[in-house]
């Protein structure tokens, strides 16, 4: 087994950050549970880098992805999430843009494992636009991956993961807890027994005036500010894992 993930922030592993910083995400735990299914260690490597758009992640990751030697044997992709917070994002256009990765992996010889992300729309400004198109584009990634006789494994439409108990502070991205879902649909996709990670209920949390404007300055204001001046989160950052490393079971 050799696993490689390709994407944005998401795959990267954002808001689940171990002690010394540096992510782990559902992707890491994806490759443990293949570990442990297979009873012996595998290979992995994660090319996602934070606030990549669609383009970049079909391109320059998926060819990286292609490059390694030997041969992956399994490759996830994931990626419009930061597409979908832009204006006019064309949701045809990933589609297209998703469908030409899928041929390119079916050329290479390598399987393909598409996943829409979980939808933190529910807490964030314009969280319709952006739920909407996430909807568009989950039916669409679901429908090329019957075409194509892919896996599928669909976070987006999964309601347990959209409560506020699996997400980071800053409502984008998941903490640890929503990676260990994420990474339990995944491998259940997979066909691997993995029961999903469910959190107990806890008492409803309620939007406080005060905590909406520390959301809104610490999160919101400088989202808003790298926009205007054409940056990303992820300028200057590479892949955490750009190359095979051996993955032992746990």
């Known amino acids: 087994m050799r696993y490689v993930a390709i994407g944005d922030s998401f795959t990267e592993g954002v808001g689940d950050e171990r002690p010394d910083g540096t992510p782990r995400g559902w992707a890491d735990l994806v490759a443990e ?8 260690p595998i290979s992995y490597a994660n090319l996602a880098v934070r606030g990549r758009l669609l383009g970049p992640i079909v391109t320059e990751q998926l060819d990286a992805a292609l490059r390694l030697a030997p041969a992956p044997t399994l490759v996830s992709l994931n990626g419009g999430g930061n597409d979908m917070l832009r204006p006019g994002a064309d949701m045809r256009r990933l589609v297209q843009m998703t469908e030409d990765a ?6 290479a010889g ?13 807490r964030l400004p314009l969280g319709r636009v952006m739920n909407r198109r996430g909807d568009e584009l989950t039916a669409a990634v679901r429908d090329l991956a019957a075409r194509y006789g892919l896996v599928f494994a669909d976070a987006w439409n999964d309601l347990e ?29 997979l066909g691997h027994q993995a029961p999903a990670h469910v959190l107990d209920a806890g008492p409803a949390q309620r939007r406080r005036l005060l905590a909406e404007a520390r959301f809104y300055r610490e999160h919101v204001v400088p989202w808003v500010g790298r926009r205007v001046r054409g940056r990303s989160s992820g300028d200057a950052r590479t892949a955490k894992h750009p190359g095979w490393t051996t993955v032992a079971p746990g």
């Open 33 to 40: 549970g293949l570990a442990v299914a297979a009873g012996k």
């Open 161 to 189: 993961i959209r409560r506020a108990e699996y997400w980071s502070a800053d409502r984008l991205h998941l903490n640890a807890a929503g990676h260990r879902r994420v990474a339990g649909l995944v491998l259940a996709a």
């Open 102 to 107: 899928v041929r390119r992996c079916q050329d």
């Open 110 to 122: 390598v399987p393909l494992l598409l996943l829409a992300g979980a939808n933190p729309s529910q």
